[in-house]
């Protein structure tokens, strides 16, 4: 493992936002989904479709639920606080001090299946922290084989540290 055993994450996010969005992620609202910010899920001609988010997309929602459907997919959603369908627009995210290596960073972690009580937890502590065995260190996801597969350290610290990303390393 290299000198990293944690990745800062949202050190700087205001506040209020921060413990509005723990407590969205931690209820029971909020259907988890990826590869975009709020989409809508097929499940079969029996059973209702559902909204599922990813845990930005919770964020844009709780700070704005104005969602429209996104034109270059009619299964996603955009808002005014969003570029495009997978992260929030610079506006938005620098009025709450969100980076945008922190949205990079939580896109792959939820992409990967990291659940949003683990997310929310990552977002309290300030930090992502890794095992011994360079995997992200989690507690209630139940999936960790596929989540070590998908979202490793290795993937983490390329995103962390490019250049084009975070130019303050």
């Not at 992620?25 to 990813?54: N, W």
């Not at 995997?135 to 983490?156: G, K, M, P, Q």
């Amino acid at each position: 493992m290299s000198a990293f055993n944690a990745i800062p994450l949202c050190k700087n996010l205001d506040d209020d936002v921060r413990k509005n969005w723990l407590t969205a992620l931690r209820s029971d609202k909020y259907e988890q989904g990826g590869a975009a910010l709020r989409h809508v899920r097929f499940i079969g001609p029996d059973e209702p479709d559902t909204l599922q988010y990813c845990c930005l997309g919770v964020l844009a929602d709780i700070t704005d639920d104005d969602w429209r459907v996104s034109t270059d997919n009619p299964n996603s959603f955009q808002s005014h606080l969003t570029e495009g369908v997978n992260f929030l627009n610079n506006e938005f995210a620098g009025g709450i001090h969100l980076e945008y290596v922190d949205q990079r960073l939580l896109a792959s972690m939820n992409d990967a299946g990291i659940n949003f009580l683990d997310i929310a937890d990552m977002i309290e502590r300030g930090e992502i922290h890794f095992d011994d065995d360079a995997s992200v260190a989690i507690v209630h996801s139940s999936n960790r084989y596929s989540i070590d597969e998908e979202c490793n350290f290795d993937t983490l610290i390329d995103i962390f540290t490019d250049d084009n990303i975070n130019p303050n390393l």
